[in-house]
């Protein structure tokens, strides 16, 4: 649906009158996740890209503060200087992506398999509810289990429970060195096995991901060089078939998974949780019902799936329906954004109202004439 207007308040008062001057906000960041700003209902996006920089940077302490519109290539290049970083791998940082969208969609990439996703680094928010009043959520510190745990809530909310102003992150020593190999299998399913068999091994993997059109799995390993090179002998004696990749190459492919554009530049790029045991089935049901590139990560917890007209995006929809999993549309022109859509369990929508009593952010279930409750 068309908006009506676009706002973009600089600061976080201007920010909070932007919202209560419109019935129905969507707010944004830099929409580098199209499908993600969709509203089914007339709206004002109200985009926080002018709300941008960070606000406090505790090296020490491994935290930091930032707006919510500043692009996450600004702050890596802040963290960078001081030899820290985001281990979640955050997406489409490249493309522009912003923190307060990163948290809102919960994306994270291959990185998220050892060090946790994105979830587990945000630590706090300065939020805007739907009555205007503007809340502090979470902490500024590391160590904080006072009260609930709602920035955790916030991660993959899409933007429906607030208006995200400041976001507060911990951060990681970055890696000396990085070491990527790869595995050539015969199948999704001995791909699955293997990517198993090295994740409960004493190597402590950076990421473990499968590209599924080649058959090949990518290790990445993070550390002191030699200990790289002593991992990768080790692995060796496992995998007889292990291969190690140029760093060049490696770059390429691991900044291509971050960035979504592994695949031709119009498809439609669906994100489908699963788990290491369905990857292979899922997978090899895709492929046989569509055109489709698909790359797995996270040692198989996520499937990336891209597809290129809108007839295959129904029939995938289709096999996951059939395979009893869900999809989120997040990249290219898609008209829902949901694929079997979840129904929405009543206590979704008793915090949606909670947070947001006049409904003035964007509701899932009332766009979505299909969607059900359920409890
Ligand atoms: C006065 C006080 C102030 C606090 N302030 C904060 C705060 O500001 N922020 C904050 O985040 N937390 C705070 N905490 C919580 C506290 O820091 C955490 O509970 C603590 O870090 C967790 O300790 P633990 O890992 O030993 O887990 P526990 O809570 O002790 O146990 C977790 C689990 O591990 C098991 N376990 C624990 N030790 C062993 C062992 N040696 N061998 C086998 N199993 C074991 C237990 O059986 C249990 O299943 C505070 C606690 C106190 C008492």
């Known amino acids: ?23 129905k906000a969507v707010v944004v960041g830099n929409q580098t996740k199209s499908p993600l700003c969709m509203s089914g209902e007339p709206h004002t996006t109200v985009s926080v890209r002018g709300l941008s920089g960070v606000v406090q940077y505790e090296p020490s302490e491994f935290t930091f503060t930032a707006y919510a519109g500043t692009p996450v290539a600004d702050v890596q290049s802040v963290l960078s200087e001081r030899g820290q970083y985001l281990p979640f791998d955050p997406m489409l940082v490249r493309a522009g992506a912003t923190l307060g969208g990163t948290i809102a969609s919960g994306l994270s990439g291959p990185g998220r398999f050892r060090y946790g996703s994105i979830r587990d680094f945000f630590l706090g928010a300065k939020m805007i509810l739907g009555d205007g009043t503007i809340v502090n959520v979470g902490g500024k510190v590391v160590k904080n289990a ?40 015969d199948s999704a399913e001995q791909a699955s096995q293997w990517m198993a068999t090295a994740a409960i091994r004493r190597w402590e993997l950076d990421a473990i991901d499968y590209h599924h059109a ?17 991992i990768a002998a080790d692995m060796k004696t496992q995998y007889a078939e292990l291969q190690p990749v140029d760093d060049v190459v490696a770059e390429t492919f691991w900044s291509s998974i971050n960035e979504l554009d592994w695949h031709a530049p119009a498809a439609v790029i669906v994100k489908i949780p699963s788990t290491p045991r369905q990857f292979p089935s899922l997978c090899d049901a895709i492929d046989q019902a569509i055109p ?59 915090v949606q109202r909670a947070f947001d009593p006049s409904g003035r952010f964007k509701r899932q279930f009332a766009s979505h004439p299909h969607g059900t409750v359920s409890s």
């Open 292 to 350: 489709a590139s698909l790359h797995v990560s996270g040692c198989g917890s996520v499937v990336w799936a891209a597809v290129e007209s809108p007839d295959s995006l129904q029939t995938l929809e289709t096999v996951l329906t059939q395979q009893s999993h869900r999809g989120l549309c997040v990249r290219g022109k898609a008209e829902s954004l949901h694929l079997n859509r979840p129904s929405t369990t009543k206590i979704e929508m008793a």
């Open 214 to 230: 080649t058959s090949t799995i990518y290790f990445r390993q993070r550390g002191p060089r030699d200990t790289n090179q002593a």
């Open 146 to 185: 006072a009260g609930f745990d709602i920035p955790k809530f916030l991660v993959g909310c899409c933007g429906e429970f607030g208006a995200m102003a400041e976001v507060t992150f911990k951060v990681f020593p970055k890696p000396i060195d990085s070491a990527t190999l790869s595995l050539r299998c």
């Open 1 to 23: 649906m068309n908006n009506d207007t676009v706002s973009q308040p600089t600061s976080i008062d201007e920010l909070r009158d932007a919202l209560l001057c419109c019935d």
